[in-house]
């Protein structure tokens, strides 16, 4: 069975062993018949956790869990498609869910992560790329864009107002 609610939790132990063991323990051992709801549940809590996890081990075990997964043969592309909607749909439009720097730095690390274990079936031949490549292209550029100007904001902020005192 799975459970995720360790993902949710404030013990960065219990986090860690959550994605790291007991999310691919239970991957490996799912039924066929519960492979796609199983999907949509991991690929659900990691959209609900990227605006939770600022530190880097459970950050870095959230990433490594979700590259384990997208490998895997079973649970890897129906994960792959799930998670890669999911973060499409928190960081865009005019409110997205995901609007930190560190929320996005996940999503982006998460869909790389993703890409790299399922990248044949999610962006298609080289000849002959899927429909939705050039989504995963503009998502990841506009990912990368939201993070590079979030972090010059402040910068540009601190030079405007050493302008204004040195006039």
Do not use: N
Not at 17 to 35: G, I, N, Y
Not at 43 to 72: H, K, N, Q
């Amino acid at each position: 069975m799975l459970d995720l609610s360790r993902a949710f939790s404030r013990s960065h132990a219990s986090v860690k062993q959550c994605w790291l063991e007991v999310v691919p323990q239970a991957c490996s051992e799912l039924r066929p018949a519960d492979t796609p709801a199983a999907a949509l549940a991991i690929a659900a809590t990691v959209a609900e956790v990227l605006e939770m996890y600022s530190d880097g081990s459970t950050s870095s075990a959230m990433i490594s869990a979700v590259a384990g997964i997208a490998r895997m043969e079973a649970i890897g592309g129906a994960f792959a498609s799930a998670l890669v909607a999911r973060l499409l749909a928190a960081t865009s439009g005019s409110k997205p869910a995901v609007a930190s720097t560190t929320g996005r730095t996940l999503a982006l690390c998460a869909l790389c992560a993703a890409l790299r274990g399922q990248f044949s079936m999610l962006a298609g031949p080289a000849d002959a790329p899927c429909d939705g490549f050039s989504d995963l292209v503009i998502a990841q550029g506009g990912l990368l864009h939201a993070i590079r100007e979030a972090g010059r904001r402040p910068a540009l902020e601190r030079a405007a107002c050493a302008a204004e005192f040195q006039s």
